[in-house]
């Protein structure tokens, strides 16, 4: 049992690390044949397919790097514009001091226009003895 089952581990590692690879890898740094071509010939030829492609197909070590995020190098602080809290912000505070005086002007004004308008009916059920308004 175990005289089968090690060959077999080996070819599926084989594939596994066949398929990482080519799967990982850009369309233009595989040699030979195209990134489809190599993923099907690794999954239907299981133990030539991999060797091949980690052979002859497999990017070069000298290929030109990619442009990649390099893990422990952090974020370049100096590239983004700083962020500031809505309350650290004077531009939002100014902005909102002035949202705040205009609605209390608008808040007088129909203050004002509701007092007016009271008055108004007052007048109008004082100058008629039933009390009703005038329809």
Not at 45 to 67: D, E, K, T
């Amino acid at each position: 049992m175990v005289r089968y089952s090690l060959p077999f581990l080996a070819e599926v590692v084989l594939v596994v690390i066949a398929l990482i690879s080519c799967l990982s890898a850009q369309e233009g740094e595989l040699r030979a044949l195209p990134k489809i071509v190599w993923v099907l010939i690794i999954l239907l030829f299981p133990i030539v397919g991999p060797i091949a492609y980690l052979v002859a197909g497999r990017p070069l070590a000298s290929a030109a790097p990619r442009n990649t995020w390099r893990p422990g190098s952090g974020f370049p602080e100096a590239e983004r514009p700083r962020q500031v809290a809505p309350d650290d912000d004077p531009d939002f505070l100014r902005s909102l001091r002035a949202q705040q005086r205009d609605d209390t002007e608008l808040l007088k004004k129909w203050e004002e226009d509701l007092r007016r308008r009271e008055e108004d009916l007052r007048r109008q059920r004082d100058q008629h003895p039933d009390g009703e308004p005038p329809r």
